[in-house]
């Protein structure tokens, strides 16, 4: 009920529309409502006094009526569907805000595709119980308007028609709960299918150049035969609900037809009030099947409703704080203070860190594989709280200052590069969406990106595929480089910017990255050290901490850990 009442909280803004279509619902009732009770003219003054003037009234009424239920019908529809369509929209914005809001954290411990289903799969689910919700309240208008309208015939006909009820109760409430469970799980295995189907698309080379196709249709098809499954169980109760309680509807109107017969021969009741009562039950049983429908789609509504609310109310971990402190200019100096994290309590990841780096220096992080160098680096930007410690721009605790700026001083140029679908000119403009075309194009030249993207068939407005497909390693990485440059940032961040690049590339990249790198702040993970000889200070860490710091010349001098990784590196080299 939780769920169910939060989900018509956002009914709140748009009270107008509501109040107008629920009185709309109310016309269509009555509307639904008259045929019943203009039939016992219809018997007693038309067929069975043969009135003339009663047949023409009656016939203008019906027509009457009816045109005044259609256009009452018409808007209602009309404004649900609008305002299932904005609370639908508000729904999937706010899903998108706490996605933004939330910290990498929450990332990696989240299946793509299980977002995904939930922010569309389970967001289109919340469609059927918004656009029918006044639907709802007409149903129950006729639901008591029948029941008024029989009780006013015949009490008698009446309390053995609503004896029925119970048990349709009975079985609605049965349905519902199996259909909470069941959509619930049906979501679930839409999720899986949209995961298996991302791992595959982002992943694909790697399925095709280690022939795995085979594997990914085997789990393909084990996600999409228990999501069969789950779909079959739902139709089955769906497919059941409706002929179950129409049969039960079908013995109690035998049995209120006998009696009603019964009555009109001892002269209790005429043939027209007979007929009436029995097309207003008849009328009855329509509200009671759709608010039985309407239970099962509430039951699933409230299903996805909580896997949807789950990401509005993901707890966020970094927050920018009320009072947040503007950086209005950055001269690159960075400290880390007694510093120490952990992305589980009791496992820190780094320990007691601290370095202070002066601005304009270039600072290499090298070590084994989970040292924690790539935290180091994501603390900057504050992509997590330390758990103890501080981080500090030019003095100022990262945790005091406003995101955006903070983090427009500061560009990454990750390991691989994630480019948009969309032109070269939009990838890059996102280094500073304000940039000229001018400043774009000085930006891929000083990136020795310019001569291939004048190279390729629309020159800068070349579509690019998903990911960048369409470029090689090397251009997506000068891409990178191209949005960093136009960025113009105070501290730049390099995570092994060029790995598993061929000579040549490499060596243009190294020329853009040098040229990058002058008179900034540069933090650059390397596993190759080779990269990192000319760097101002060398960090390594082991463990989460720094065990050596000093420049290249330096710590080969000490014969420490950073000599016994040069060394080894320096004799693999060799033997190649």
Not at 42 to 54: F, G, P
Not at 190 to 196: A, M, T
Not at 430 to 446: D, N, P, Q, R, W
Request: proline share 2%.
């Amino acid at each position: 009920m939780q769920t169910f009442k939060r989900i018509l909280r956002y009914f709140a803004e748009y009270k107008a529309s509501l109040v107008l279509g629920t009185l709309c619902s109310a016309v269509v009732a009555v509307c639904t409502i008259f045929p019943a009770w203009i039939m016992k003219s219809v018997v007693n003054d038309v067929l069975v006094d043969r009135n003339i003037a009663a047949l023409h009234w009656i016939a203008l009424a019906l027509v009457l009526v009816m045109f005044l239920k259609g256009v009452a019908d018409f808007v209602r529809g009309y404004l649900m569907h609008y305002v299932a369509q904005s609370i639908l929209r508000n729904i999937r914005t706010s899903c998108l805000d706490r996605l933004l809001a939330l910290s990498l954290s929450y990332y990696e411990k989240q299946r793509t595709g299980q977002l995904m289903s939930r922010i569309t799969a389970d967001v289109m689910i919340l469609q059927n119980l918004l656009t029918s919700f006044t639907s709802l309240i007409g149903d129950f208008i006729a639901f008591f308007g029948f029941c008024g309208y029989i009780f006013y015939l015949h009490w008698k006909l009446a309390v053995i028609s609503i004896v029925i009820i119970p048990f349709i109760g009975g079985l609605i409430n049965k349905f519902s709960r199996k259909m909470k469970k069941i959509g619930s799980r049906m979501q679930s295995r839409i999720g899986d299918i949209s995961s298996v189907l991302q791992e595959f698309i982002t992943g694909v080379k790697v399925v095709k150049s280690f022939t795995l196709e085979e594997f990914v249709k085997n789990r393909f098809e084990q996600a999409n035969g228990a999501n069969f499954d789950e779909t079959m169980r739902g139709g089955r109760i769906n497919a059941a609900t409706t002929p179950i309680i129409e049969f039960i509807n079908t013995c109690g109107l035998a049995i209120i037809f006998w009696y009603g017969g019964y009555e009109v021969i001892r002269g209790n009741l005429d043939a027209g009030q007979l007929i009436s009562f029995l097309t207003a039950l008849v009328g009855l049983f329509t509200p009671i099947k759709n608010l039985s429908k309407m239970s099962n789609v509430i039951s699933q509504s409230v299903g996805a409703g909580e896997r949807v609310f789950e990401i509005i109310d993901a707890p966020v971990d970094v927050e920018e704080p009320p009072d947040a402190v503007n950086l209005s200019n950055c001269r690159g100096e960075v400290e880390f203070a007694n510093v120490s994290f952990a992305y589980n309590q009791n496992e820190p990841v780094l320990r007691n860190v601290n370095i202070k780096v002066s601005p304009g220096e270039v600072v290499a992080l090298v070590g084994p594989s989970g040292a924690g160098k790539t935290t180091f680096i994501n603390l900057i930007p504050r992509f997590f709280d330390v758990s103890a410690g501080a981080v500090m721009i030019d003095g100022v605790d990262v945790r005091t200052l406003a995101f955006a700026s903070m983090r427009q001083f500061i560009a990454m140029v990750p390991q691989e590069t994630l480019l948009f679908s969309g032109t070269i000119e939009e990838n890059i403009r996102f280094g500073k969406l304000s940039a000229t075309h001018e400043e774009i194009v000085e930006a891929a030249k000083l990136a020795n990106a310019h001569d291939f993207i004048i190279a390729q068939p629309d020159g800068y407005d070349t579509i690019l595929g998903e990911r960048g497909v369409n470029l090689s390693g090397g251009q997506a990485q000068r891409i990178a480089l191209s949005r960093a440059f136009l960025k113009d940032p105070g501290i730049l961040i390099l995570d092994e910017a060029t790995s598993a690049l061929d000579s040549e590339t490499e060596n243009l990249i190294k020329e853009s990255l040098n040229r990058l790198m002058a008179n900034r702040t540069t933090f650059m993970i390397a596993h190759r050290l080779s990269t990192v000889i000319k760097a101002d200070k060398i960090l390594v860490l082991q463990r989460g901490e720094i065990v050596e710091i000093g420049s290249h010349s330096q710590l080969l001098d000490k014969q420490g850990l950073y000599s016994q990784l040069y060394r080894s590196q320096f004799s693999e080299q060799v033997v190649m």
